[in-house]
Structure formats: C-alpha cells, structure tokens
C-alpha cells in the first residue's frame, strides 16, 4: 500500500477489484465452456481471456472444480432472478414463453458444464439437487400462473416441459444444415403448451 493512501480506502478499493477479477473469471469461463465445452478449455486460456494473471485465478478458485460449479450456480442464479421478473409479468403465457427460450439457451450452452459436474460430482450432489430445485420450482410456478390465466394447456406438468426442452436441445446438438431450424421447432413446443385446452 502506498504511504500516502488512507488504511480506511485500501481495503474497500481490493475488495471491489477482488470482485471485478472475480466477475471477469466467471464471464470469461462461461463464455470459454459454451464455445469449446468445459474439458477442453484451459485455466490459463480463461485467466487470459478475463485480462488477469493465473495466480488471480487461483485465489478465487484453487481448483478446475470450484470454477466449474462457481460458472453453474452463477447461471442458474441468472435463471432464478429472470424467473422472479417473469411471475409478476403482464402476460402469464407470453412469461413462460420467455422462460422457456432462456432455460433452453441455458440448456445449449452448459450442457457440457453439466455433464462435467455430474461425473465429477455425480447429479445427486448438494450443489446439483439445489439448482435442479430452482430450475424446477420456477418453471412449476410459471407454468401454473399460466395454466391459471387460461394460457396454457392445463394437461401439461413441469416434468413434461423439462422433457420437451430436453429432446429439443438434443435434438438440435449438431450444426444443422437449417440454421433457423432451431428457433422453429422451439417455437412449436412453446406453441403447442400455450395452445389452450384441447377442443
């Protein structure tokens, strides 16, 4: 610390660069495993990519696995604010609607993440069961706020959306030979569970 600095300041400014290094390193992560998939990026590439050195990576994760579950939980709590916006939305349906395109987004871009986690941590693990909780508990809600405003088929249950949204990620894995393919069938299954009831 420079003499001349006031303690009092020191503090506050390391903490705050601490916190931005800290946000850098998650970015830059998550933006890394989405690209080039959670086992094949390394640390060092991501310390560059945030614009710090490798040891400011390891102060903030000391191993590949905190920074893997650091990136998830960063993402699902991303999910879990968004969910909280939509339940006091204007329109029910058009919010799952919106729900639904950003838990996919979500599904596309950590499938890799979450595969990493599950075998180095396995799917029952704290930190899984929690943020599968979240995911779950936000999309019952707002799939019951629609069903309720009448925007939505009252048949269809959580467990089938998370099917739905599962089989279309999959089934969209690889580059299609349709780029606009994607948006289209995602577009079908939001139409097909705000349809309304079956006549």
Not at 47 to 73: C, D, M, N, S, W
Not at 150 to 175: N, S
Request: glycine share 8%; hydrophobic share 40%.
């Amino acid at each position: 610390m420079d003499a001349a600095e006031p303690a009092c300041q020191a503090g506050p400014s390391k903490r705050a660069d601490a916190r931005r290094n800290y946000e850098r390193l998650l970015a830059a992560a998550a933006a890394s495993f989405a690209e080039h998939g959670a086992d094949d990026v390394s640390l060092e590439e991501i310390a560059r990519r945030a614009g710090v050195g490798i040891g400011t990576l390891y102060r903030h994760f000391p191993a590949r696995q905190a920074l893997l579950e650091a990136v998830y939980k960063d993402q699902v709590d991303g999910l879990d604010t968004l969910g909280g916006k939509l339940l006091v939305a204007e329109s029910p349906g058009e919010a799952l609607g919106e729900w639904m395109r950003a838990f996919v987004a979500f599904g596309r871009t950590k499938r890799s993440l979450s595969s990493a986690l599950v075998d180095s941590i396995g799917k029952n693990s704290e930190l899984m069961s929690a943020c599968s909780m979240i995911l779950r508990s936000r999309t019952d809600e707002l799939l019951g706020r629609a069903q309720q405003a009448g925007q939505a088929r009252p048949e269809v249950k959580t467990a089938d959306m998370f099917r739905l949204t599962h089989g279309l990620i999959m089934a969209t894995e690889t580059e299609p030979s349709d780029p606009d393919q994607a948006d289209r069938l995602l577009s079908l299954v939001i139409d097909s569970v705000l349809a309304g009831p079956r006549r």
